[in-house]
């Protein structure tokens, strides 16, 4: 396999309930994706 182009996707994924530590609150969490396509056109 050749790579041929790779896309970074920053999103921000939002909890079903607020997850609480003695340090801070969370409410979302980020996530990244990746796409990765090859020469011959497949990607995933």
């Known amino acids: ?3 041929r182009k790779v896309e970074l996707f920053l999103l921000e994924m939002k ?3 607020e ?3 003695s340090v801070e609150a ?3 969490r980020p996530v990244v ?3 990765v396509e090859e020469k011959g056109g497949e990607e995933g």
């Open 26 to 28: 969370l409410s979302s």
């Open 1 to 3: 396999m050749e790579v």
């Open 15 to 17: 909890l079903k309930e």
């Open 33 to 35: 994706l990746v796409r």
């Open 19 to 21: 997850f609480r530590t």
